[in-house]
């Protein structure tokens, strides 16, 4: 079945998504989103060739709120969850950072993952129990630090707590801090290793769905800011908190508690740095 996925997912993109990257006219959604003719031609042939691999309720992000929590309802035995283009921002704009996400959902965990980068032809893919990939490599395909102190951050500002946000731009524990705008493709470079730690205050169940297997099969760990079991959560809106290497995670989430208490100084070296810098 993943194959069959992977082949379709590639396909779709193919015929659907990169004939209408940098020409297609967009609009806005009702909470501002960005639009266009491409997410709903590729949501549409991906409904059309999942249901033929596996006929099961589909959860499309161009979907209405009803059709979403239908399909949700009717799925506890299997249900496909797509985000067709996710980065639209950036595939609107000529910023080449999008990604094809889908993801089987079986009694509200996902057990299939894959994401697709038509871009660069990067295929991440998974399966439960069975590894993480990257086209043919298995994941992770770099070597990531141990060292808080120098690790590359993914952090999405936007939807985080004040104190956190706070902290981390005045007194950032990490080397560096990237915010690419697709975070499906964000979990994926996390398990390759391009990410060491990741941040994000809520995405939705088509955000995380495929990618969140994918880091876990390649090894990596998750959570959410309130909760240490990332799947014991409200589906429609979930924050993470992710590393790849274990020393590294709780060394983050250590952090990221710490600042969301406010209890940091200013000006002082926080304990996540000084363990990093070891």
């Known amino acids: 079945m993943l194959d069959q996925v992977r082949q379709a997912v590639k396909a779709i993109a193919q015929r659907e998504v990169m004939p209408r990257y940098l020409k297609v006219a ?8 960005l639009f266009t003719e491409a997410d709903l031609a590729c949501q549409n042939a991906l409904v059309e060739a999942l249901q033929r691999i596996l006929p099961c309720p589909v959860i499309g992000e161009e979907m209405s ?107 950032p524990p990490f080397s560096s801090q990237r915010n690419f705008g697709a975070s499906t493709l964000d979990w994926c470079y996390v398990a390759a290793g391009r990410l060491d730690i990741y941040l ?18 390649a090894g990596g760990y998750f959570r959410t800011l309130e909760n240490s079991d990332f799947w014991n959560e409200d589906p429609w809106q979930r924050s993470v908190i992710a590393a790849l290497d274990s020393e590294l995670y709780s060394g983050w989430c250590t952090w990221i508690e710490t600042a969301r208490q406010g209890e940091f100084v200013t000006g002082q070296p926080d304990a996540a740095s000084r363990q990093g810098s070891h």
Not at 142 to 161: L, V, W
């Open 26 to 33: 967009h609009s806005r959604k009702a909470d501002g989103s």
């Open 200 to 217: 994000h205050g809520g995405q939705k169940l088509w955000d995380y769905a495929a990618g969140s297997l994918i880091l876990q099969e």
């Open 65 to 171: 709120e009803a059709e979403h929590h239908a399909s949700w309802e009717a799925g506890h035995d299997g249900v496909w969850c797509i985000d067709p283009i996710d980065g639209t921002s950036n595939f609107v704009h000529g910023i080449p950072y999008f990604g094809i996400s889908v993801a089987l959902l079986r009694n509200g965990v996902s057990v299939l993952g894959v994401v697709y980068d038509p871009v660069l032809d990067e295929m991440f893919s998974a399966e439960t129990g069975r590894g993480a990939w990257l086209n043919d490599s298995p994941l992770p395909i770099s070597q990531h630090t141990r060292s808080m102190h120098h690790a590359m951050a993914g952090i999405e500002f936007k939807r985080i707590p004040r104190n956190i946000a706070l902290q981390l731009a005045g007194q």
